[in-house]
Each structure stands twice: as C-alpha cells, then as structure tokens.
C-alpha cells in the first residue's frame, strides 16, 4: 500500500472517527440539555420524568417512553391533572429550516397511549394577572411548523367532585392534525394555531351534562369536516322514583336515544374573539324520546324565554343551515294526581326539516320548521312553525292542520290527568297563531261530530252524571257553522312566562277549542 493511499485511508478514518465522535458527544449533550430542562427548565407547578430517550441526530428524531407529567394550580395546594405515556416521538427536525429560515419545523409528532386524568374540582385560576400575562406575551423566537401531529389510543378521564364523579370518559381516542402552524401572530388570537386538515375517533364518550342528566355514545368520527356519531343515549341518571325524591322544582326526567346523527361541512374558530360554528347540514336519524313530568313537584318559577330570544342571546355564533330529524317518536307522561298513573300522549314517524337554525343570520331571514308526525298512531299532522331571531319582540307564526282523531284517543291523558272521558269524533282541525312573547292571536276551525264528554268520579271508574249532564249542555255536539261543516273560533291568550313554549301553544288551543265548543 502506498503512503499516500495510507495517508488518504487514516484522512478518511479520522473524519469518520471525528464524525462519530461527534454524534456521540451531541446525542450526550442533547440528552444532558432535555434531562436539565425536565429537572430544572419547568414551571414550579410542572413536574415531568420519562423513563428513556433516544436521540438520532443525523435523522433529527428524538424518542421517549414512559413519559409522566402532572400539573398543580400555582398556589400547589393539589394535582389536578396526571398524563402517562408510552411514548412521544418527535420525527425529523428539520436544521436548515432551523439555521437559515428562522423556524422550528418538524416532520411529525406522535404520542402513543396518553392516559390523561384530570380533576376539575381541585384546578384553582392563576390570580396573578401580571405574571401570566407577561408569560403570555413573550415573543416566539421563532415560528413553529409541524407537519402532522397524532395521538394514539388515547383515554381521557375528567372527575368533577370530591368523592370522584365521572365527568368525562373517553377511551381509545385517535387524533390526527395537519399542518400545524403558531407564530407570534397567531397566539395573539383565541385559537393560538392554525391547520390544514383534521381527524379523530373513538369508540364511546360519557359525558355528565347536569346534576340529573348524562350523554353516552357509541362510535363517533370526525373526517373531511364531516361527523358521524353511531347510537346516542341523552337520559336521566335516576329512577323516576328517586329523581322525583331528589328534586326541589319541577324538571323533567328523560330518556332520549338517536340512532344516528351526522353533522356536514363543519367550521369553527374564533371572529373577535368570539367562538363560531357552522355546518351546512345536521340530520338525526330515529329520535326516540320518552319525557315524564311530575306535576306535583314544586313549579321551576324562573321565567322561560321562546326559543328565538335562546338562540338570539347564545354566548356562540350559531350557524346550521339546515336540520333534519327523521323517523322519530316522542312520548310525553304528565302525573297530575297522585292517586293515578301518568297521562300519556305520543307522536309516531316525526319527521322535521328546519332551516336557518342560529343567531347571524340577518333580520327577516326566518327561522323556518315543517313538521310532520302522526298524533296518537292514526291522526296526521303537519305544522309550520317560524320565527325570526333577531325580531326583539320574538314574534312567531304556528299553524297546524290535524286530521282525523277520534276523541277516545286522547283519554288515556284526559282521564288520569283532568278527570273526564271524551267520545266523538273530530275529521279536521286547523289553527293559526299569531303571537309575541307578551300575547298571542289564535284562529281555528274545526269540524266535529257527536262530542260528548264525562266528568268522572275520583276513582276514575265511574261517571258524575249529574255534572256531566250539565256540561254537555254548554257543549255543541256537532260543528255546523258554516257550508264545509266546521265551527270557527279565536282567542287572544297572553303566556305564563315561568313556563315553556308549548304551554304557551296550549293555552292557544285551549282558548280557541273553548270559542268553538261551548
């Protein structure tokens, strides 16, 4: 071998010797540089460990396991929230991006198996404004860029009281975010970052919505701003017996199940730091909701607004251009007498398609519901409901055209709930309301034949002849005002304003059945 080859060989060897030498002592140094910032780099209220770290200098990639993080309030009275996870990689960073373009930029980030506990009762807000607000508003020295984020086979769990209530608990939760991007630009803003694309996953959520009240799903997917959610259950936690016991004021108890729902095209973010959403299309699949209020618990006296003045004064931008719930049934249970079982009425094969659901949409732009269902298994009904929400005086329009019903049908209500029993036979009945949230104006026409009714007897068993004899005096047996056959009547109601909309659509009918009737 010639000197020169030799000494072109030894060249090589050093460099590569130096090479690797270097590698060595940088992969030391980073890993020195990430242990001293997990031991001494962290906020107080911060405690972090992991239990290995690889470090590819070359590929720019590092990989832990066995990551723990847990967070107290800064006054570190307790921990109110612990992360575990298997690992964390952080793929590709990118050193010229670094050197040259004044960016942190990474290929990717992936978190493997986080099970993260939160526990909202014993979270306390900073109060020292002045510090958090300095820590906000130090500058970024450079951008941040990553290129995909994804988090895998996550569980969440959130406990909202001392004795460890399930708030929240979410398994397997798969998470994927694209182009991610934060400069100091952006976290001036409510929504900090900015992405290109995103999806997530899970089997199930349970969520606790109230005090009574929990929301359990099956499958749910979020993809290409689309959401699909496979069997959701919205019920009471307790027994009718026990809620009933726990209550102070009247609240129903429930039990709602939909067999699906997808939601389209959804966007959200921040306007002037206000929230938005919007979404071209929301469809539930196969309602079925079965509501039982107990009249003789105590009345919720606080005053209900229409539903136009509740979306009008939402805390949100609501945008849904259109709603559609299909293939649905309601059942409502009233107990007005102790001594009697619920009265009942029921609406089969519900169908809606309502239009303009939110608060921006501009003044006459309405709100517009067409219903149709069938009353009681045989009687059809269509109704057409709007309203404008940003009309102040929450002004409404309801009509309804109900087919035929034969009044029997409607006993098992009547009887339990108003003591009496009801015979004949109504072919069609159509209503119009006019109203406000302060008074209403109802027309209505109704065609009818042989009406009858009876009062009966505490028992429920047996009739007050008597008394019933008497009322069907005041009663007209037959509609026959004008050439169709039907009876014309109006009233103008004014609303019991501690109580819901379709009380207020009762006292309507009510009156208007009165001016026909008697």
């Known amino acids: 071998m010639s000197k020169k080859v030799r000494i072109t060989l030894i060249t090589i060897g050093s460099i590569i010797g130096l090479l690797l030498l270097a590698l060595i002592i940088g992969n030391i140094v980073v890993k020195n540089k990430v242990e001293k910032f997990f031991t001494n780099g962290l906020p107080e209220h911060i405690a972090a460990s992991y239990g290995n770290l690889d470090v590819h200098l070359i590929t720019g990639t590092m990989t832990f396991s066995d990551i723990s993080v847990s967070l107290q309030d800064t006054s570190k009275?307790?921990?109110?929230?612990?992360?575990?996870?298997?690992?964390?990689?952080?793929?590709?960073?990118?050193?010229?991006?670094?050197?040259?373009?004044?960016?942190?930029?990474?290929?990717?980030?992936?978190?493997?198996?986080?099970?993260?506990?939160?526990?909202?009762?014993?979270?306390?807000?900073?109060?020292?404004?002045?510090?958090?607000?300095?820590?906000?508003?130090?500058?970024?020295?450079?951008?941040?860029l990553i290129d995909k984020f994804s988090i895998d086979n996550a569980k969440i769990t959130m406990y909202d009281d001392t004795t460890y209530s399930t708030f929240l608990y979410v398994p397997d939760i798969m998470v994927t975010v694209s182009g991610l991007y934060f400069d100091n630009e952006t976290l001036q803003k409510r929504l900090p970052v900015t992405y290109k694309n995103y999806q997530a996953s899970t089997d199930s959520i349970f969520l606790k919505v109230g005090a009574y009240e929990a929301l359990k799903t099956g499958p749910l997917q979020l993809k290409n701003k689309k959401l699909t959610v496979d069997s959701i259950r919205l019920y009471t936690k307790?027994?009718?017996?026990?809620?009933?016991?726990?209550?102070?004021?009247?609240?129903?108890?429930?039990?709602?199940?939909?067999?699906?729902?997808?939601?389209?095209?959804?966007?959200?973010?921040?306007?002037?730091?206000?929230?938005?959403?919007?979404?071209?299309?929301?469809?539930f699949d196969k309602i079925d909701a079965t509501i039982?209020?107990?009249?003789?618990?105590?009345?919720?006296?606080?005053?209900?607004?229409?539903?136009?003045?509740?979306?009008?004064?939402?805390?949100?931008?609501?945008?849904?251009?259109?709603?559609?719930?299909?293939?649905?049934?309601?059942?409502?249970?009233?107990?007005?007498?102790?001594?009697?079982?619920?009265?009942?009425?029921?609406?089969?094969?519900?169908?809606?398609?309502?239009?303009?659901?939110?608060?921006?949409?501009?003044?006459?732009?309405?709100?517009?519901?067409?219903?149709?269902?069938?009353?009681?298994?045989?009687?059809?009904?269509?109704?057409?409901?709007?309203?404008?929400?940003?009309?102040?005086?929450?002004?409404?329009?309801?009509?309804?055209?109900?087919?035929?019903?034969?009044?029997?049908?409607?006993?098992?209500?009547?009887?339990?709930?108003?003591?009496?029993?009801?015979?004949?036979?109504?072919?069609q009945t159509f209503f119009s309301i006019y109203g406000t949230s302060n008074q209403s104006e109802i027309d209505m026409r109704i065609k009818y034949d042989h009406f009858k009714v009876d009062l009966l007897k505490e028992d429920g068993s047996s009739t007050k002849t008597l008394l019933s004899g008497l009322a069907n005096l005041f009663l007209k047996s037959d509609s026959e005002n004008d050439s169709e056959g039907f009876t014309k009547g109006s009233a103008t109601v004014q609303p019991d304003k501690t109580k819901s909309f379709f009380n207020y659509l009762w006292l309507n009918v009510r009156d208007a059945l009165k001016a026909c009737l008697l």
């Open 77 to 144: 009275k307790a921990k109110h929230t612990h992360v575990k996870t298997e690992k964390l990689i952080v793929e590709d960073f990118k050193y010229w991006d670094y050197l040259f373009n004044n960016q942190i930029h990474l290929e990717a980030i992936q978190i493997s198996k986080p099970d993260i506990t939160y526990y909202k009762h014993k979270y306390q807000p900073n109060q020292n404004t002045t510090n958090s607000s300095t820590a906000t508003n130090k500058p970024l020295q450079r951008t941040v």
């Open 238 to 283: 307790y027994s009718i017996a026990k809620h009933t016991e726990l209550l102070e004021k009247e609240r129903d108890h429930f039990d709602v199940s939909v067999g699906s729902l997808s939601v389209n095209n959804i966007d959200f973010g921040f306007t002037d730091r206000q929230f938005f959403y919007k979404t071209s299309k929301i469809i």
């Open 292 to 427: 039982y209020r107990n009249k003789l618990v105590a009345d919720d006296t606080r005053e209900k607004p229409l539903y136009s003045k509740m979306l009008r004064e939402l805390p949100i931008a609501l945008t849904v251009d259109s709603l559609l719930i299909n293939n649905s049934n309601v059942r409502y249970e009233e107990k007005v007498k102790a001594d009697q079982p619920p009265g009942t009425i029921h609406f089969d094969n519900l169908n809606a398609n309502i239009e303009n659901v939110g608060n921006t949409y501009p003044e006459k732009q309405s709100t517009n519901m067409k219903i149709t269902s069938t009353f009681m298994q045989s009687t059809p009904v269509n109704v057409d409901w709007t309203f404008d929400v940003q009309d102040t005086s929450d002004a409404f329009t309801f009509k309804a055209d109900i087919g035929p019903l034969a009044a029997e049908q409607l006993n098992s209500f009547t009887k339990p709930n108003l003591r009496a029993a009801l015979e004949g036979k109504v072919d």
